[in-house]
Nanobody
Framework: QVHLVESGGGLVQAGGSLRLSCAASGRTFASYGMGWFRQAPGKEREFVAAISWSGRATTYADSVKGRFTISRDNAKNTVYLQMDVLKPEDTAVYYC???????????????????WGQGTQVTVSS
């Protein structure tokens, strides 16, 4: 089991940027892929981005492709989500998640992830 703690959320104007961080502890971070999901009020939790255990492979939801960048620093047990050109529709609680199984290509389904953080609020004003 891994413990995940997100930080970096906040209020930003449309067109602005935020960088989310997720600090992990409790298992071999470098062996597991990581992902970011988000959940807006009244909507289901949706996939945003994922990165492989090595950091060499990434995948993104179409809605954020070209604007968001996922990265990781295995020496710091941390995964990041750089969010640029933010839009009001990006407003949501953002969750960090850890893959259930080690050393896979980036996965995107909710069921693929077995560990979740508590979430951090991102609000984009128009």
């Amino acid at each position: 089991q891994v413990h995940l703690v997100e930080s970096g959320g906040g209020l930003v104007q449309a067109g602005g940027s935020l960088r989310l961080s997720c600090a992990a502890s409790g298992r071999t971070f470098a062996s597991y892929g990581m992902g970011w999901f988000r959940q807006a009020p009244g909507k289901e939790r949706e996939f945003v981005a994922a990165i492989s255990w090595s950091g060499r492979a990434t995948t993104y939801a179409d809605s954020v492709k070209g604007r968001f960048t996922i990265s990781r620093d295995n020496a710091k047990n941390t995964v990041y989500l750089q969010m640029d050109v933010l839009k009001p529709e990006d407003t949501a609680v953002y969750y960090c998640a850890g893959d259930r199984y080690p050393q896979r290509v980036p996965v995107t389904a909710l069921a693929d992830f077995g560990s979740w953080g508590q979430g951090t609020q991102v609000t984009v004003s128009s």
